[in-house]
Each structure stands twice: as structure tokens, then as C-alpha cells.
């Protein structure tokens, strides 16, 4: 363990101090989030990304541990383990490392070398090897022998000429070089930095496909494979499993016919030979060839892609881990009465009204559009909802016919304030702002949804999930699937165990970054709270349904199945409004109660008095009320937590305002500033919503006046951005943006390689203005493949 706490201090640039003492708090079931918020004095205020980090690298490095163990107890019990080897196989760094050398000793199906070594040609390899200068066909005469012939019948193993002798040569030789570890580490790394990812189109198949035709931009392609982007690699993955592509690992520089290869000359030079016209030259030439075309082509190309995959994976589940933190932690509305629209066209629009508390109060179901077409019909009865119930903020949720919902919530807003007009009633301003509904047909669907709402038909449970999404996303999201809420990256082509493992942990940070209130929160968002697991997150629920809202924390401990670790690791992230100890409503912990009752003593003010009173808790120093179990970081914490007590950590609430008029792809014009919110992140650029039922793409190289590596340093998913229109493509539904707002709009006039540039696009030859890229990178790649990300490339 000693080394592995060295690594990982080393890894993520802590003291080994830390590393051991988070260790200790993890493998003793603490969570991250506890360890993170409460135990900083002993981490030395690890946060919880750190900590992610380390609990990450820990299971990979505990795994790789107990890899190394097997390995060297296979080899040993072999009788081939010596000092080299047994160093060799400690200072491997990763497991791929501990694979080369163990490859030679691993039991494997016998080989053509196998046998070859078996009939004693190994000292004919061995000699020609060393003095290439012999004559290979004489030196093979001697270890000519009979043909042999298997106990069933069947020929053996014929080495009865000398072609047959120095085939079993090449045989021992390429497979002797294709298991040297230092060989195959070198060429691997080689053409990871050197050799190209390559594809092109399967020649069967109709490039006028429409399914064929999303993967255009790959038809003609290669990069640097260790270059290429996430979103360019998984979309070749996929035409090449849905058999549209063929991808290939090629070398720098193909070699001209009847000459070696690239690859062939490092392994020569691995092995310190060259061809100098000698009479063995040739066949070992040949036995090098051999080598590379046979033994290790096709496996480097493997172990390749492989990497590049896993590389690609990584980021992909990375874009969807930070896309859903956004959504998660998008500004709430806050407790306002809302009213969902699901909007649909011949089945209807599907309406819910929820009460600020997010309780479904009424539903209904009209039919503004075809066929029925009852647009007044369907006015009167949304403005009786509105007048019965107050609301006051309208959701659209963003699948078919939502623009067209969009517009009969304007025009239901113009008759609320006539009809408030009328009656001489004090207006009141009614929002409308269109939502993502990605999930609620899966949460509709749900046993949750069915025993949250079991007299409402499913149709309707939509909507209510779109309205409450308005009020707190974080709540209602929590009820669904993380991959089924749509912001991700090809994220059916990633590893499905470890996208739901980090979007696990994505739900976990974001629900106890924010805290819940225990009288009010679903069992979904409990069983996401530090320690909490779903079965207790239900005990919290029949308990509370039994007993009434809590009263205090401590309560907690009367619930079935929690215990004091449960209370330990939960408590501090719930929040009781309203109840006997106003410290319930905050952050902090009730372990550190007692820290709070000196802060009283000293100030001499009752703790009602001192929560919210930055001018009477700034003037406390911390290492005033140090005690033996919690020092000067944790107090601190604890005055923050005071000074500003049930603090949401989330932004304020803001609605885009889409410009009047301009409701369709055909109403954008070049030049035009519009705002919109970004509905989706990717390294490569950011997806905006305008309004106009498809999102626009400001390419990473259009998101500011300088250079920016990768989108989400400058914007983030939900965010409000204001954007200028550079190029429309409506026959394509493809919008280029740009958030410079004094950038030029795209003349069509012009060059097409100007277009291309000023869209943020690389034309062929010509590179891309992100820097990102090769001469003959598809044309129009960093545009055009993002589009496809959200058009059926993308997982949706």
C-alpha cells in the first residue's frame, strides 16, 4: 500500500499524508461527499473532485496490485522468475505494461514456433541469427527429418525439407520478437504519436443512403490517431460497427511496393541488424516482415484502437458528466406555481398545473393543432387554469410541434393581461420558457411516477415533470435515469458501467452540494444523499408519512434501518425548515452543535440571532473555538455556514428572450443578435436554442476572442448567451454562430474556403482555424460532424 499511496500522491499532487487519510476514510464507508465537507481537517481540505480522483486511481491501482501478484506466482510457479524479471514486472506502471512482459510466459494455444522448438529448429534460428554470413539452406540440411503422421491418422508436423526447416525459422524468430515487451512498448508508442487513423467508406454501400450519408465527413479521411477528437474517433467506431466504414491504422508514410515498411525498419533496429547482402540476410529480412505483417500489425492496430476508444470514452463521458452537473444545477424557479405543456399534434397538448409546493393540482389535454385545430377553444381553457390557480410561469417542453406550443403560450399571456385589463386587476407578469423533455417519457413510465401519481394517466405525467423541472431541476431529474436525460456525447457508444458509475457520482456531488429538505424531498433525491441508499430513503418517507414532518435530526435515528454511520455520513446534508433547532436548516453538521454553543457563549447572542449577521460572526477567528476533534478549517466552515445559513449554491433564475418573429429556421438572417440558452456542450462547440425548433452551433473557435482549447471554459449547459448569426443552411437545418459579436457574417459571395473559415470550419487542405486537425482532414469536419451529434450520430 506504501507505493500506492506514493503514486497516487505523486498523481494528483498531494502529500502521502492526505492520500492515507483519505484512504482510511473511504475504506472505513465513508463517502466522498462526507469526506469532502466533513472531514477536511484530516485530508488537509481534499475536495470532492480530488477525492473522486483518488477513489478512481485507487480501484485501478488495487487492481493492477493484485494483477502483478498472479503474474509473478504464474511465472514463479513456471521456475522462470528471475531478479530482472521480477524488477521488470514492479516498475510496471500500467497494466498494459504488466501484459507485454508476461505475454512470453502466458499459456497459450500451441504456435507453429511451439512446434517448430519442439522438433529442434530453435538452434538453427539461434545460429543464423548470430552469423548471418552462414548459408541458410545448407546450415537447414541437418535438421531435415521424416514426416510425421498423428495418433489419429493425420499428418504431423512436416519439417522433411530444408523450405519447411527455415519456415519453422521465421516461425520461432517472429514470435520470439512479437513477445519482446521493450519492442512491442516502443512501436506502439511510435505510431501513436506517428500513424494515422484511417477510413473510407465500404464499397457496397450507397453513399445516398441518408444512414450512409451521416458519416460523409469519414468517406475520405485520416488524422493522427493520437490526435484525433473524442467525437471524430467514436463517430469512425460507429460506421465502422454499423459497417459503413472501414478503419484502418496506416503508417507515416506507406512504402513503395518491394520495399521494407516503416515499422519493419524500427524492429530491425531494435534488434541491431541490417541487410548487408550476407547469406542469411534475406531470410531474416523476411523473418522481420514477417514480424510486423503477421504477428504484430494487426495487434498494435488493436491495442491502438483500443486506446483510442477508451481515450475517446473518457471524454465523452466527461462532456456528459459537466452537461448534466449544469442541468443539474440549473437556477430553479423557485416555489412558484407552474403549468406544463407537452405539446403533440394530433394527440394533443398535454397540460398539468403544479402549486408551488410542486403538487399536481389539475390536468388537462387540448387541440390547437391539426387536426382539430381548436386554438380558441384551446385558449379559454389554459386561461381558466391560469385564473384558477395563479400561475405563474408556463413550461414548453422542446419535442414536436413545440414551437407552434411556443406561440399559443404567447398568445395565452396577451389574454391573460386583456382579461386582467378588463377586469381592472393588477396585472401580473406570466413567463414562458421551453424546457428539455428528455427523460419524461421514461420517467412517466416509471413505478415512481405511477405511485407518485397513480390516478394520472401517463400521457399527463409528462407535463407534471416538465413543470416541476421549471421550479427545481435538480429534484425532478433526480428521477430519472442520468443517460435518458439527453446532454450527452455518442453516449450509447461508451462503456455503459462507467458512464452510470460517473453519473452516479455527478448525481451524488450535485444533490449534496445543494442539501434537501428532509420534509419534502421524494425518496429518489434521499436515496441520492450521502448514505442513503434507496431502501432507506423509503424508511425516511413511510416515517415521515407515519410520524408527520421532522422536527429535528435527530429524529432521523428513529427511522428503521438508520443507523448512527447512516446518521453520520447523511445528517449534515439534510435540512429541516422550520423545526425545533434553527442549525437544522444548515450546512452544519450536528456534530459540530457543541463548537456552535461556544460561538454563542462568546458572542452572547442565542442562535437566532446570530444567523444571518455577517457584522457580528466576521470578527471570529476560528482558532478561538478549535477543539480536539475539529480544528480551524472546520470552524470556519461553520461561520460561513452561519453567516449565510441554507445558502443554494445555485444561480439565480433567468429566462432567454427569443426575439420576436423569428419562430423558424426560414425567419434567421445573417447578422441578426439573438439570445439563447445553450442547450449543449461538447469540446468541439456549444448547441444554442433560438427558439426556432433547431439548435445553432458556435464552433469552439467562435466562442471568444481568443483561443480556447475546449468549449466549457467559456460556457456551460443552460447557460444565457447572446449570439450572432454567421451562416443558415436550411435545406441542411444547420445555424453557425457566433458569440463575437462583431465578427462578420459569412459572405456566400466569397471563396469557398473563406466560408468555410469564418463558420469556424477547416476546408479541405486548409486545417482548422482551432488548430485542430490535418491537411486532409474531412472537409467541413468541426461544423458538420458536431451537427451530426445531435442528428442521429448523437445517442440521444
Not at 480522483?53 to 522462470?80: F, N, P, W
Not at 512498448?185 to 506517428?194: A, G, P, T
Not at 401580473?428 to 420517467?443: F, M, P, R, T
Amino acid at each position: 500500500m506504501q507505493q500506492i499511496f506514493r503514486q497516487l500522491a505523486t498523481e494528483i499532487k498531494i502529500s502521502e499524508t492526505q492520500v492515507r487519510a483519505a484512504v482510511e476514510l473511504l475504506d472505513g464507508g465513508a463517502t466522498v461527499p462526507f469526506v469532502a465537507r466533513y472531514r477536511k481537517e484530516a485530508t488537509g481540505g481534499l475536495d470532492d473532485v480530488q477525492l473522486r480522483e483518488l477513489d478512481t486511481r485507487l480501484s485501478y491501482l488495487r487492481e493492477m496490485e493484485d494483477r502483478r501478484a498472479s503474474i509473478v506466482k504464474a511465472i514463479d510457479e513456471q521456475g522462470k522468475l528471475t531478479d530482472a524479471l521480477r524488477a521488470a514486472l514492479a516498475g510496471a506502471a500500467t497494466k498494459q505494461e504488466l501484459e507485454d512482459i508476461y505475454l512470453p510466459f502466458k499459456q497459450k494455444r500451441r504456435t507453429k514456433g511451439q512446434i517448430a522448438r519442439e522438433f529442434g529448429i530453435e538452434p538453427l534460428a539461434d545460429k543464423l541469427l548470430a552469423d548471418p554470413t552462414l548459408d541458410p539452406q545448407e546450415e537447414a540440411k541437418s535438421f531435415c527429418q521424416p514426416a510425421t503422421t498423428l495418433d489419429d491418422g493425420k499428418p504431423g508436423p512436416d519439417f522433411s525439407t530444408t523450405f519447411a526447416v527455415l519456415d519453422g525459422v521465421r516461425d520461432i524468430l517472429s514470435e520470439r520478437w512479437a513477445e519482446d515487451a521493450q519492442l512491442v512498448q516502443s512501436l506502439r508508442e511510435w505510431l501513436w504519436e506517428e500513424g494515422l487513423l484511417r477510413s473510407k467508406k465500404v464499397d457496397s454501400k450507397n453513399e445516398s443512403d441518408p444512414e450512409v450519408a451521416k458519416f460523409r465527413d469519414y468517406f475520405e479521411y485520416d488524422e493522427p490517431i493520437g490526435r484525433v477528437p473524442s467525437h471524430r474517433a467514436l463517430a469512425v467506431f460507429r460506421g465502422r460497427a454499423l459497417e459503413i466504414l472501414e478503419a484502418k491504422l496506416v503508417q507515416p508514410q506507406e512504402p513503395e511496393p518491394g520495399q521494407a515498411s516503416l515499422a519493419e525498419g524500427r524492429i530491425a533496429l531494435h534488434l541491431g541488424w541490417s541487410h548487408q547482402a550476407r547469406k542469411s540476410d534475406d531470410l531474416i529480412r523476411k523473418c522481420v516482415a514477417w514480424t510486423w505483417r503477421v504477428k504484430l500489425g494487426l495487434s498494435t492496430e488493436r491495442d491502438l484502437f483500443s486506446r483510442l476508444r477508451e481515450d475517446a470514452e473518457k471524454v465523452a463521458i466527461k462532456v456528459f458528466a459537466d452537461n448534466l452537473r449544469d442541468l443539474l444545477l440549473a437556477a430553479p424557479a423557485g416555489q412558484k406555481t407552474v403549468m406544463g405543456l407537452d405539446p403533440g399534434i394530433r394527440t394533443g397538448v398535454k397540460v398539468a398545473v403544479v402549486d408551488a409546493t410542486g403538487k399536481l393540482v389539475e390536468t388537462a389535454t387540448v387541440y390547437p393543432h391539426e387536426p382539430r385545430k381548436d386554438w380558441e377553444g384551446s385558449l379559454h381553457t389554459l386561461a381558466k387554469l391560469v385564473a384558477k390557480h395563479g400561475v405563474q410561469l408556463i413550461a414548453i417542453g422542446n419535442g414536436t410541434a413545440s414551437r407552434e406550443t411556443d406561440k399559443l403560450a404567447a398568445d395565452l399571456i396577451k389574454l391573460c393581461a386583456k382579461m386582467l385589463a378588463a377586469q381592472g386587476a393588477e396585472p401580473h407578469q406570466i413567463e414562458k420558457i421551453v424546457v428539455s423533455e428528455a427523460g419524461a417519457s421514461v420517467y412517466s413510465a416509471s413505478e415512481y411516477a405511477s405511485q407518485e401519481m397513480p390516478d394520472v394517466d401517463v400521457s399527463l405525467r409528462g407535463a407534471a415533470s416538465i413543470a416541476r423541472r421549471l421550479q427545481d431541476p435538480l429534484a425532478e431529474l433526480v428521477k430519472i435515469d442520468p443517460k435518458s436525460i439527453g446532454v450527452g456525447q455518442y453516449q450509447h457508444d461508451v462503456n455503459q458501467s462507467e458512464l452510470a458509475k460517473t453519473l452516479d457520482t455527478v448525481v451524488e456531488d450535485c444533490v449534496n452540494g445543494v442539501g434537501v429538505d428532509l420534509n419534502t424531498a421524494s425518496a429518489p433525491l434521499l436515496s441520492r444523499v450521502s448514505g442513503l441508499s434507496g431502501t432507506v430513503a423509503k424508511a425516511v418517507v413511510r416515517w415521515r408519512e407515519a410520524n408527520g414532518a421532522f422536527v429535528d435530526r435527530q429524529q432521523l435515528l428513529k427511522v428503521s434501518g438508520l443507523g448512527a454511520k447512516t446518521f453520520e455520513q447523511s445528517a449534515g446534508f439534510l435540512r429541516i425548515r422550520g423545526g425545533e433547532n434553527p442549525l437544522d436548516m444548515t450546512g452544519v453538521h450536528p456534530e459540530t452543535y457543541p463548537v456552535v454553543e461556544q460561538i454563542i457563549v462568546k458572542t452572547g447572542k442565542p442562535i437566532d440571532q446570530l444567523m444571518g449577521r455577517g457584522e457580528l460572526l466576521k470578527p471570529l477567528k476560528p482558532e478561538q473555538f478549535e477543539t480536539e476533534n475539529f480544528g480551524a478549517i472546520t470552524v470556519k466552515d461553520i461561520l460561513a455556514e452561519l453567516e449565510k445559513p441554507g445558502r443554494d449554491p445555485r444561480p439565480d433564475f433567468k429566462v432567454a428572450r427569443f426575439n420576436d418573429g423569428v419562430e423558424d429556421i426560414a425567419d434567421l438572417q445573417e447578422g441578426m443578435v439573438l439570445e439563447g440558452t445553450v442547450s449543449n456542450v461538447a469540446q468541439f462547440g456549444a448547441f444554442v436554442d433560438l427558439g426556432v425548433h433547431q439548435d445553432g452551433l458556435v464552433h469552439v473557435s467562435q466562442l471568444a476572442n481568443k483561443f480556447v482549447q475546449d468549449a466549457r471554459e467559456v460556457v456551460k449547459t443552460g447557460q444565457i448567451v447572446k449570439v450572432k448569426v454567421l451562416e443558415v443552411d436550411a435545406a441542411r437545418k444547420r445555424i453557425s454562430l457566433t458569440m463575437k459579436l462583431d465578427a462578420a457574417p459569412v459572405r456566400r459571395d466569397g471563396p469557398r474556403e473563406n466560408r468555410f473559415e469564418a463558420a469556424g470550419r477547416g476546408p479541405r487542405g486548409g486545417g482548422f482555424s482551432s488548430g485542430q486537425g490535418r491537411a486532409t482532414a474531412p472537409q467541413g469536419t468541426a461544423m458538420s460532424s458536431a451537427f451530426e451529434k445531435l442528428k442521429g450520430l448523437q445517442g440521444k
